[in-house]
């Protein structure tokens, strides 16, 4: 699949999100950015990061979710693949608020 009809057809399956489907993606998109946190706090704890090494390598855990998945997502695993452009959208919409925070009080 070309990547231009990758996105028309992500584009296409969050005009038609259901709110079940929203929900499920916030969800998914609150515990990625746990997770990632709780990751990064560790693993920058425990290498010791400092300066710029840290605020690169927390930045980096933090990234939203990749428009990557979704091709596979939508070819490998059916009846998901809203699921997964939910999770898409919530992540980068809340990646926009946590990002800056992050590197706000952790740097």
């Keep these: 699949m070309a990547r231009r009809e990758r996105m028309v057809t992500l584009g296409y399956t969050l005009t038609t999100l259901r709110p ?3 929900i499920i993606g916030s969800y998914l998109s609150v515990f990625h950015i746990a997770m990632a946190s709780g990751v990064a706090y560790m693993i920058v704890w425990l290498f010791g990061f400092e300066g710029t090494t840290r605020g690169v390598f927390i930045f980096m855990c933090l990234m939203p979710a990749s428009v990557a998945t ?5 070819r490998y695993q059916n009846g998901h693949a809203s699921d997964v452009a939910s ?10 608020l946590v990002i800056p925070l992050a590197l706000t009080f952790w740097i």
């Design 20 to 22: 079940k489907g929203i």
């Design 70 to 74: 979704y091709p596979w997502v939508e």
């Design 87 to 96: 999770y898409i959208m919530a992540s980068t919409l809340l990646t926009i």
